[in-house]
């Protein structure tokens, strides 16, 4: 699994390169895509194409090959394989066949837009790409309102408008942050209720490129005036672990652990 740039294509491991010169066979969505990648490294290698739509046929072709000994990558247009992308029936079946499959890591767009973001990282969900219907993405969106971290999302350009609407309606005013061709010359990142965001992509012309959306978590109850180290003791003396303990009153407060850890060292 060859992680692959998501748009910058110098943005790639030197493992990463190494592997895709040495493998047998390059699996890729879009062969067009993977060769610009190859061709700017100067690697030449077969490839053949594992999208959705062949995943099934051409799965069980590949795991006969790796059975064989063959050695093959499986790359995806942009970013991490199997992360809102193909794979997940090649990757199982190997494993299943006690075939050893290992990953090469690297970029990926959810996790570059949230480090970047300006929103609470400690803990996240990832939803993939939000449903194109309307009906299946405002569930989506009821289902994920009380979750307690940041929620992040893919979005296409055309649907974007559509999706901060349903955003606005279902989950109110959080702070957003919007990361747009990451890593590209137009990399773009917009910050501000979903209704501000809607209205500012609203007078573009067009909008265009590939799309993280972050939404703030929903806000909690008051804020426990409990001081740190006593609400720590507190959840540590009822038998949690002490790490957790430490995530826990960090995650009531708003705060990162290593605050809450400086606190109680601080003591």
């Given amino acids: 699994m060859v992680a692959t740039p998501i748009g910058n294509l110098e943005d790639i491991t030197l493992r990463a390169l190494r592997i895709l010169r040495e493998v047998d066979r390059i699996a890729c969505e879009d062969t067009?895509?993977?060769?610009?990648l190859l061709d700017r490294h100067g690697i030449a290698k077969p490839l053949v194409s594992y999208h959705e739509h062949n995943e099934r046929a051409r799965a069980?072709?590949?795991?006969?090959?790796?059975?064989?000994?063959?050695?093959?990558?499986?790359v995806s247009d942009a970013g991490t394989p199997l992360i809102a992308d193909p794979g997940y029936r090649l990757v199982a079946e190997a494993r299943a066949r006690g075939i050893a499959v290992t990953p090469i890591p690297g970029p990926s767009a959810g996790l570059a837009a949230l480090s970047a973001s300006g929103l609470a990282t400690d803990a996240f969900f990832f939803g993939g790409f939000l449903p194109a219907k309307k009906t299946q993405r405002r569930k989506t969106l009821e289902e994920a309102r009380s979750y307690a971290g940041t929620l992040v999302f893919y979005e296409a350009p055309h649907r974007i408008l559509?999706?901060?609407e349903d955003i606005d309606e279902i989950l109110g005013p959080?702070?957003?942050?919007?990361?747009?061709?990451?890593?590209?010359?137009?990399?773009?990142f917009l910050t501000g209720?979903?209704?501000?965001?809607?209205?500012?992509l609203a007078k573009r012309a067009s909008i265009k490129g590939e799309i993280t959306l972050m939404i703030a978590n929903a806000a909690g109850p008051p804020a426990d005036e409990t001081p740190i180290e006593e609400a720590f003791e507190k959840l540590v003396e009822a038998g949690m672990p002490r790490m957790e303990a430490m995530k826990t009153v960090a995650r009531q407060r708003g705060l990162s652990k290593r605050e809450v850890y400086q606190r109680l060292m601080e003591r």
């Fill in 32 to 36: 067009r895509q993977t060769r610009k």
């Fill in 60 to 74: 069980e072709e590949l795991l006969e090959e790796l059975a064989a000994g063959k050695k093959i990558a499986l």
């Fill in 162 to 164: 559509e999706a901060l």
């Fill in 174 to 188: 959080r702070r957003i942050t919007l990361a747009r061709e990451l890593t590209k010359i137009h990399e773009e």
């Fill in 193 to 200: 209720e979903p209704s501000q965001l809607r209205e500012e």
